[in-house]
Every structure is written in structure tokens, then in C-alpha cells.
């Protein structure tokens, strides 16, 4: 299911003091779209514009919120319509004005009748699209009567219907719409203009589904099976602007909609109001209808010309949050070998008569799972890596120390698995702040082990984690190399490592491993004889960056029937993860799995090569995203994904 909006783009210049902000896209529909794509809802756009810069400003507007815009027609010769909103600084308070003629040289770019073509569009909507509509024009109308949707308009203006029939004003609206939204402009006009009594007369007339009136200051009105409910505003916000104001308001009414399956139950619209009221707030807040969404367009004036006839738009180069992390990822392990955490590690009274259990989630996993397997080789106690929610269901009596691990310190998750447990038997294994983490998780202070410096106090942006991923592993190999009193200096280790793989990965994650790949976009990782760490951390990154799907494959499990879905489906692409020694079996294995299989192979045995392929397994997703052109560290999540992502009670 889609939510489309139907009609001519429009760009919105923006001044202030009559000089020239920047750009946006606008139309009421359109930003009602732009709203909801921001909420993670699948939508797209029908209409038309000019094949001029604005043109393309206007569909990069939209392009940006990842909105569908491939029915988007590009006209020849044809001036995309503008729109100017000028604000003025009184004393402090800021006032706006709001014209179709531009306020520099008073040139007008608005073609009056639509000319978005509609065969093309009625014949490209799907059965379950729904349909957005902010006018009553001809061309609308012809879609509005040939298509079977559920339909919603937004009606903030009336001088449209000025010219027609009481008769003729009905007609267009009866029965045809599964929501009406007007401003209290319009239903004051239509009270007046078909004799009315109130708005719930207007709701029967016209009979949508649902009705809503915004009345700015004075709240709102919700109108569904012919009863009233009013809202008192309980939060208008530090009003900069009130443009988008009402597209805001009826986009989150939308979308709360589309969460009660299309369905309306009074006992809700309270928390529908408060939602809306949450969303107008932080719109007002800002400049520009969709300034709450993304920054204005800035463009450079052609010497001659106004802006508002031609300029030059050179966007601004994204940097990848992902290339940052992977660029600063050897200073970062370095800064966190050299900390106190290192130090404190060896103060923990870990022997072979221990029960322990290594904590984390997400990517601290990779950190959890490398420093069980450390302190099981060192002392051959029972060390068991688990995701928080699997503590829970265990008997923890005879556990004898808990290791969490938590980039920032304070995850929900890690902390409330343990809250039973005896304070002075856990410790932190984090980058937080000492304070913050004493203070909101009790851990006691000398059990907190943060990597954390005076000289690295960074930390990493975006969903994927490189430092969380390995820094905390660099921290225990130090304590397995000072423990067994080997001779390998850890920086070089380090360097040498990254150096390696930045340069090898960059050759085979390349497109032809992407073809391999582009059919079923599922990816097998085979685990195990010292690789398992790297392995669950790719499949952590890459399930995260929603690129493709994993399946990890545990290499002598595989042989007990794996290979039918191997085979069967042609789930044939590879990464074969392995130490320097070749086991028999493995040579049976990597022959059976042929030339689909991408093999990378440590330099190292055993643990050297655990943190060796921990290493690699980090510039395999920086190179995937490199090859796909995606800033994987910044993955584009739900409004609904991002709910149970940020929850905070019980597990």
C-alpha cells in the first residue's frame, strides 16, 4: 500500500529581510507526502513540473525523504510553478508574507491551469494506493471520479469555489472522500455559502468518513460518525512560521490512521490530536513548510539573473558517517589499548573454578563473544556470550562474574539483564562516561572499564559500530598477549592488520561480487575454527544496513543437511572466513562450495586470527557500501522500527 500525492510540483523560495534563504519543495499535498515519508510510510508522488532547475529542485526535495518520484513527468520548455514566502524581522517578531510574484524583480512563474496528464496517472495507481488531493481543479476531478481509492483532500483555500453552484461544490465532494481536512477559513465559508447550521451539517452533506477542522490557536475539530469532538491547543510551540502548519497536521492524523488499520475509534482521537499537536509544534518551530524535514536548497545566482529565473545548485558532497568510523577506526583502538580500561582488566580475579558470563548486543556482541573465548583460552573457566533477554531465562546461581559490554554504557537491554545480579560481581566493559554510567545503571565505579580518554572522547555516529565492535576485543587480546607473555607488539599488530585488509577487501568487495549477489540478495557465512567473532559481527552490520540477508553456517553443521537450501535455492554467494591451517575437513568443504565462495583468509592462527578477521570483517561492510554508493552506518529506519528500538522497560 501506498500514500500518492496528485498534482503539480511547486518550489518555495525563502527570504529574510528580502534576501534570498534557499529553496524547498512545497504544495500542500506533496508536503502531506513529504510528512509521511519522514514517518517511514511507502510513498509517491503523480505530477508534473518544468524541465528547469527548479524542476529538479522540486523532485530532489522529494527524493531526499526517499519518496517515489519515477511518475513524476518532466515537461519541455515548461517553467516549474514558484512560490515566494518572504519574512520580515519586526522588533524581534517575525512576520511573512506569501505571493506567487517574486519580491526581487517581480517576474511570476505560475502556469494556472494543471498540466499533470491524467490517463498516465490513473492508469499507474494501484488498487490499495491512496489517494492525496489539496484542490478541487478539473484534472483532479477526472481522478477523483475515475478511480475506486480511498481518497483524502486537504482544503485550506475557498476561492475555487467562488465561481460554482452550491449544487456543483457538493457533487465534487460527496461521498467521494475517506478523510476531508479543511481549514476554518473554508468551513466558515461553506456554512455560510450552503446555509448551514455547523460543521457537523457540512460533515452530513458531503459525508467522508472522517472530517477534522484546524483552527489554529483555537485547537481543532475531529467530526466522524456525526459527532463532534473538540481539541483545545495544548502546545503551539515557538512559532517561527506557521506555513505547513495544517500539511503537518493532517499528515500525522494520516498516519495514525494507516496504524488502526484504517479504522476510526473515538477513544482514540485524543492521542490522535496530541500527536498532531506534537508534529504542528516542531513545524511552526522552523522556517518553510518542510523546514523540520530537510535544510533549504542553497543556490548561487547567475551573474544577470534573478534567482528566481536561473541559478546554479551544486550539492553540497555527503559525507558518509560510515567512511568517518572507518577512517578513524586505527587512532580509535589505539587510544583504547592505552587506556585504563586495559589496566582494570587485570585487576579482575578471573580462574579456572569461575562460571562467567559476557553480555552484549547488537554490534557489542563481536566484543562479548572475542572476550569469553580470551578468558576461557587463559583460564579455563566456563565463559558463556549471550544477547541480554537469553540471561533471563537462565539459573544464574552459580555465576561468578558478569562482563557487559556497552558502547555507551547505559543500554537498556545489557543493564536490565543483570539488575538481580550482586553489584560488586559486575563490570562494564564501555566508551561512556564514568559519571553518567555510575548514576544511571549503579554499576559501582571501580567496575566500570572505559576506554574513554582525554584524547578520544569521540564517538561514533550512525547504527553500525566499528570502535564499539573492536576496541573492546583489542582491549582483551592485550590481556591475552601480556598473559602469555608474548612477544607480538599490539599497535603493530594493529596497523598491520587494518593496513592488510583496507588494501585486500578493497579488491574483492568489488561489482562483480555484488552481481553474485544482486539475484537473491542473501549472502552465507561460514564459522568456526577461530573465525566465529568476525562472523556474527558481519552478520550484525550487514542485517543492520539492510543491504542483503545472512545466513551464518557453522562449517561441519553445514554438511547435516545446510546445503539443500544452499543448492535447492541457489543461495550460492560466499564469505568463507578462516584462520592460516586448513583442516581436512575444510579442504573437503571449500571444494564442495567451488568458485561462488569468497575465502578470507587470516595470516594468523588461532586467537591472532579471531581479531585478524574481526578486522576484515569491518572493511568488508565499509567496501559494500563503498560499491553501492550507501552510507551503511545511516540506514533509513521506521518511525515504528525505531519504537522498540529505544525501548526502555522490561525485557
Not at 156 to 185: P, V
Not at 364 to 385: E, M, P, Q, V
Amino acid at each position: 500500500m501506498r500514500v500518492v500525492s496528485i498534482g503539480d510540483l511547486v518550489v518555495d523560495y525563502y527570504y529574510k529581510n528580502e534576501k534570498l534563504l534557499g529553496l524547498n519543495g512545497g504544495m500542500t499535498s506533496h508536503n502531506i507526502i513529504a510528512n509521511l515519508a519522514k514517518m517511514g510510510i511507502n510513498t509517491a508522488v503523480f505530477g508534473a513540473c518544468g524541465d528547469d532547475m527548479q524542476g529538479k529542485i522540486a523532485i530532489k526535495s522529494l527524493e531526499k525523504l526517499n519518496v517515489d518520484v519515477k511518475n513524476i513527468i518532466i515537461l519541455d520548455g515548461i517553467k516549474t510553478r514558484c512560490f515566494h514566502v518572504s519574512y520580515f524581522d519586526n522588533e524581534g517578531k517575525m512576520t511573512f508574507t506569501s505571493k506567487k510574484r517574486c519580491p526581487l524583480c517581480n517576474n511570476k512563474k505560475w502556469y494556472e491551469n494543471s498540466l499533470i496528464n491524467t490517463d498516465d496517472i490513473i492508469k499507474n495507481i494501484n488498487g490499495e494506493d491512496i489517494l492525496i488531493f489539496d484542490n478541487l481543479n478539473i484534472k483532479n476531478q477526472i481522478i477523483i471520479d475515475a478511480t475506486c481509492n480511498k481518497k483524502i483532500i486537504d482544503l485550506g483555500q475557498y476561492f475555487e469555489l467562488e465561481n460554482l453552484s452550491n449544487k456543483e461544490i457538493i457533487d465534487m465532494l460527496y461521498n467521494k472522500f475517506e478523510i476531508i481536512n479543511f481549514n476554518e477559513r473554508v468551513s466558515k465559508y461553506l456554512i455560510k455559502r450552503l446555509n448551514l447550521n455547523n460543521n457537523v451539517d457540512i460533515y452530513n452533506i458531503l459525508k467522508p468518513n472522517f472530517m477534522t477542522i484546524t483552527c489554529g490557536e483555537n485547537g481543532a475539530i475531529f467530526i466522524s460518525e456525526r459527532i463532534e469532538y473538540s481539541f483545545k491547543l495544548k502546545n503551539q510551540g515557538n512559532v517561527v512560521d506557521s506555513t505547513g502548519a495544517g500539511d503537518a497536521f493532517i499528515s500525522s492524523i494520516i498516519r495514525d490512521w494507516l496504524k488502526n488499520n484504517l479504522t476510526y475509534n473515538p477513544a482514540m482521537f485524543e492521542k490522535w490530536y496530541e500527536n498532531s499537536n506534537k508534529l504542528t509544534a516542531k513545524v511552526v518551530s522552523k522556517m518553510g513548510a518542510r523546514g523540520h524535514l530537510n535544510p533549504l536548497f542553497k543556490i548561487k545566482q547567475i551573474d544577470g539573473k534573478c534567482t528566481c529565473e536561473d541559478f546554479i545548485y551544486n550539492e553540497r558532497k555527503k559525507i558518509k558517517r560510515c567512511n568517518i568510523n572507518i577512517n578513524n577506526l586505527e587512532t580509535r583502538i589505539i587510544n583504547a589499548i592505552n587506556s585504563t580500561a586495559s589496566n582494570k582488566i587485570d585487576d579482575i580475579d578471573f580462574n579456572k573454578n569461575n562460571n562467567c558470563l559476557f553480555i552484549g548486543t547488537g554490534g557489542s556482541y563481536a566484543g562479548a563473544y572475542f572476550a569469553a573465548k580470551i578468558i576461557n583460552l587463559l583460564y579455563g573457566c566456563n565463559t558463556y556470550s549471550l544477547y541480554p533477554r537469553d540471561v533471563l531465562y537462565r539459573n544464574n546461581e552459580n555465576i561468578d562474574k558478569v562482563v557487559l559490554f556497552s558502547y555507551s554504557g547505559t543500554t537498556n537491554d545489557i543493564i536490565t539483564s543483570v539488575k538481580n545480579f550482586n553489584k560488586k560481581n559486575i563490570y562494564i566493559v564501555t566508551k561512556g562516561e564514568l559519571q553518567n554510567i555510575v548514576l544511571k545503571t549503579e554499576i559501582l565505579k571501580k567496575n566500570i572499564l572505559s576506554y574513554r580518554t582525554s584524547s578520544n572522547k569521540g564517538k561514533e555516529r550512525g547504527f553500525l559500530s566499528f570502535e564499539g565492535a573492536v576496541s573492546p576485543a583489542a582491549i582483551f587480546l592485550k590481556h591475552y598477549l601480556k598473559k602469555t607473555n608474548c612477544n607480538i607488539d599490539i599497535e603493530e599488530f594493529i596497523k598491520a592488520s587494518i593496513n592488510n585488509w583496507n588494501q585486500k577487501i578493497e579488491n574483492i568487495v568489488n561489482k562483480d561480487f555484488l552481481k553474485r549477489i544482486e539475484n537473491h540478495k542473501i549472502l552465507n557465512l561460514f564459522r568456526g575454527d577461530y573465525t566465529d567473532t568476525a562472523c556474527y559481527d558481519l552478520e550484525s552490520k550487514i542485517i543492520e544496513s539492510g543491504v542483503f540477508n545472512c545466513i551464518i553456517h557453522e562449517k561441519k553443521n553445514f554438511s547435516h543437511g545446510r546445503f539443500i537450501n544452499y543448492e535447492n535455492l541457489d543461495n550460492t554467494c560466499s564469505i568463507y572466513f578462516k584462520q592460516k591451517s586448513t583442516t581436512k575437513y575444510e579442504k573437503e568443504l571449500l571444494k564442495y562450495l567451488g568458485n561462488n565462495t569468497i575465502i578470507i583468509e587470516s595470516n594468523y592462527d588461532g586467537i591472532l586470527a579471531e581479531f585478524d578477521l574481526l578486522i576484515a570483517s569491518q572493511f568488508i561492510i565499509y567496501y559494500l557500501g563503498k560499491v553501492m554508493n550507501l552510507d551503511v552506518s545511516k540506514p533509513k529506519y521506521s518511525e515504528n522500527a525505531m519504537k522498540i528500538y529505544f525501548y526502555n522497560g522490561d525485557l
